[in-house]
């Protein structure tokens, strides 16, 4: 059905724009985006993360009108989703891309600490966690 099909890619977009695991997706909250004009610049993280450790996680800059598009009529409290996150939509690999694509994203940006700011805009203690990733440490 088409329905399901829109949400399958919704729920790809924002696991593309954000890294989010699976859980934290599920719990994710309209008022938990930050916002900035008609973009998503960030998620606050609490509930459903790993360890219950509270984050915020980057947007990457391509996906932030596409992720606003997605949620701009929905009310504060609602969910972002409502569906089940399919199986067969492998959560790692979106999250690994995120991974990589923040890395040179930040890099660009001129951050002082690119594999610090992305560890923790993933919620881990260690950058030695990103080669799990695809991230070549230096």
Known sequence: DDNGFRANEAIETILRGTGLRRNELVHLQVKD???SFDSVTGVIVSKGAKGGKFRVC???????KPIYELVKDLESD???INEDI???LQ??????EYAQNMYKE????GRNN??????????HNRTSVLVHYGIKLK
């Open 114 to 123: 690119p594999l610090q700011d992305l560890t923790e805009s993933m919620g």
């Open 86 to 88: 399919p199986r067969k």
């Open 106 to 109: 930040l890099i660009e940006l």
């Open 33 to 35: 985006l930050i916002t």
């Open 91 to 96: 959560t790692h690999r979106l999250r690994a």
């Open 58 to 64: 980057e947007v990457l800059k391509e996906y932030q």
């Open 78 to 80: 609602s969910k972002v």
